[in-house]
């Protein structure tokens, strides 16, 4: 089974969010701030992320692109969207259950696409060709400033919300002491803004990605691969076919996989003389 999947920002940012909503409230309690350090510390955490974002191809044990005929058709099919050859590399995922078959990383001139090697030889290569395509906008259009202001927005929002809920509680609370024990409630106010953004977020991502199966259709045009792709995803998880309201609003990364499905289904501009979404993008 080979699911379509980009590996971006969330983990990093939100492992980033928490350590420094912590760190934040405390620094509001314990001394006076100006209005604005909210927004000081979002620019900061989003210079952090970024950095971050941009140095983990360094840190990536990683091979080049192999040789053989599947690779040289994937590295064809990636030149056309202005993707080189040594910006395709790949990985060994064998320790790692939930590794993505093809995921970017890196920001700006960093940027990389990383391939689980071993999936030349154990996916069908209309598969893996399709999956690369769907890499492909992710690496063509997205990870850089749509990524870089989603992680000052919601840096932002969370803060904000944050000083806010201080500023108020510091007038009801004296002595530095008694202000050491609000940190949980105020660490309760963060993460309740950090809930309210999820739809904003989640709808964001999802949109994202469904973008990116467009693209990959355009660049590849092989619906029966992505529709395969989608049906074994189907079977393995069939509780992703169609989401509740909680999953499709809080918790989701992906679209869910009947708009996938229809999308395969029914866009095939290019067999009605239509014009392309995304055709400035994509060389013959």
Not at 204 to 233: K, T, V, W, Y
Not at 244 to 253: D, L, M, P
Not at 255 to 281: F, V
Request: aromatic residues 8%.
């Amino acid at each position: 089974m080979v699911r379509l999947h980009c590996g971006t920002v969330p983990t990093i940012a939100l492992s980033a969010l928490v350590i420094a909503a912590l760190g934040l409230a405390l620094i509001f309690i314990l001394e006076r701030k100006s209005r604005f350090t909210w927004l000081w510390l979002a620019l900061a955490l989003t210079v952090v992320v970024t950095t971050a974002l941009a140095l983990a191809p360094s840190f990536a044990e990683t091979a080049p692109l192999g040789s053989s005929a599947t690779e040289l058709k994937l590295a064809r099919l990636l030149e056309r969207v202005g993707i080189p050859k040594d910006k395709i590399r790949t990985e060994d995922c064998q320790d790692t259950p939930d590794c993505p078959p093809g995921h970017v990383i890196g920001i700006g001139p960093t940027k990389t696409i990383l391939l689980d090697r071993r999936l030349t030889s154990r996916t069908p290569e209309n598969q893996l060709l399709q999956v690369m395509a769907h890499e492909a906008k992710h690496f063509v259009l997205d990870n850089d400033f749509k990524t870089v202001l989603a992680v000052f927005l919601l840096c932002g929002w969370v803060w904000l919300a944050t000083q806010i809920c201080v500023n108020g509680l510091r007038r009801r609370v004296r002595g530095d002491a008694a202000r050491v024990l609000l940190v949980l409630p105020i660490c309760g106010v963060g993460f309740l803004a950090f809930l309210l953004a999820q739809p904003a977020v989640t709808t964001f991502q999802c949109n994202l990605e469904l973008e990116a199966d467009r693209f990959g259709l355009e660049l590849h045009r092989d619906n029966e691969a992505l529709l395969d792709i989608m049906r074994a995803d189907e079977k393995e998880q069939p509780m992703l076919y169609r989401y509740t309201s909680i999953t499709r609003y809080f918790r989701a990364t992906h679209p869910q996989i009947s708009d996938r499905i229809h999308l395969a289904e029914t866009y095939e501009p290019w067999l009605h003389g239509e014009p392309l979404k995304y055709q400035e993008y994509i060389s013959k």
